[in-house]
C-alpha cells in the first residue's frame, strides 16, 4: 500500500511567519504535488515535481514555494503567511502521467 | 476559469437506490477521467477512471460514463450503501500531445457532498 504522509494534522500560525508544511512518500515515485482544498472551490494545484530538485508551478503557485532535495520527500513553504492562505492543504504522488495520485491526510493550517 | 465543474453541490439518496453524481467539462483536450472520494480528515482517495478512447469503465458498484461530445462524465453507484456518503471530486487531464508538464496535471472539479440515508 502506497504511504503518502504529511508531518501535521493541524497548525495554527501568525500572520508573516514562515511556513514548512513536509510530506514523505514511501512507494518511490517520481511524481509529487501540492494542492490546497477550500470549500465551493475543489483542490486546486499549487506547486508539482517530476523528479528530484525539479519543480513545476500549478494553477496558483503566488506565496508558495517547494522543495524536493529526495525523491521521497516535497515540502510545501509559505515563506511569509497571510490569512488568505487558511486552507486544507493535501500532499499526493504517482507513479506516473497519468495515473491516479495517492494523497495524504491532509494539514489544516489557520494564519491569524 | 473553472475547466471542470460539479455543478450540484450536494445530492441526498436513500440507502439501496441509485447515486448519479455529474460532471462537465471545457477543454476538448482532456483525456484521462478519473473520480475520488473523501471523507471528512482525510484524504481523497481513487475510486475509478476512464480514458477517452472508452464511453464506460465498471468496478463493482460503481460505474462511470463519459460523453465526449457532450463533454460531460457521471458516476453511478448502485445500490448505494451509507457508508459511501462523502465527497466525491472529478478530475481531468490532459493527453500527452499537450506537451511539456502540463500532461498529467490533475484539473478538478469543485466536489458533490453525497448523502446517503439509512
Known amino acids: 500500500d502506497v504511504k503518502v504522509t504529511q508531518s501535521s494534522r493541524y497548525l495554527v500560525k501568525r500572520t508573516g511567519e514562515k511556513v514548512f508544511l513536509e510530506c514523505v512518500q514511501d512507494m518511490d515515485h517520481e511524481n509529487m504535488f501540492w494542492y490546497r482544498q477550500d470549500p465551493g472551490l475543489g483542490l486546486r494545484l499549487i506547486y508539482f515535481?517530476?523528479?528530484?530538485?525539479?519543480?513545476e508551478k500549478g494553477d496558483i503557485p503566488e506565496g508558495y514555494s517547494v522543495s524536493r532535495e529526495k525523491k521521497e520527500r516535497f515540502s510545501l513553504i509559505l515563506e511569509s503567511a497571510s490569512t488568505n492562505q487558511t486552507s486544507m492543504y493535501l500532499c499526493?504522488?504517482?507513479?506516473?502521467?497519468?495515473?491516479?495520485?495517492?494523497f495524504g491526510p491532509g494539514t489544516r493550517l489557520t494564519v491569524l | 476559469d473553472q475547466q471542470v465543474k460539479q455543478n450540484s453541490p450536494s445530492l441526498s439518496v436513500q440507502e439501496g437506490r441509485i447515486s448519479i453524481l455529474n460532471c462537465d467539462y471545457t477543454?476538448?483536450?482532456?483525456?484521462?477521467f478519473l473520480w475520488y472520494k473523501k471523507y471528512p480528515a482525510e484524504g481523497p482517495t481513487f475510486l475509478i477512471s476512464i480514458s477517452s478512447i472508452k464511453d464506460k469503465n465498471e468496478d463493482g458498484r460503481f460505474t462511470v460514463f463519459l460523453n465526449k461530445s457532450a463533454k460531460h462524465l457521471s458516476l453511478h453507484i448502485v445500490p448505494s450503501q451509507p457508508g459511501d456518503s462523502a465527497v466525491y471530486f472529478c478530475a481531468a487531464t490532459l493527453g500527452a500531445s499537450a506537451g511539456g508538464t502540463s500532461y498529467g496535471k490533475l484539473t478538478f472539479g469543485q466536489g458533490t457532498i453525497l448523502t446517503v440515508h439509512p
Open positions: 477543454n476538448s483536450m482532456f483525456d484521462y
Open positions: 499526493a504522488s504517482s507513479l506516473y502521467f497519468p495515473s491516479e495520485q495517492f
Open positions: 515535481s517530476y523528479d528530484v530538485k525539479m519543480k
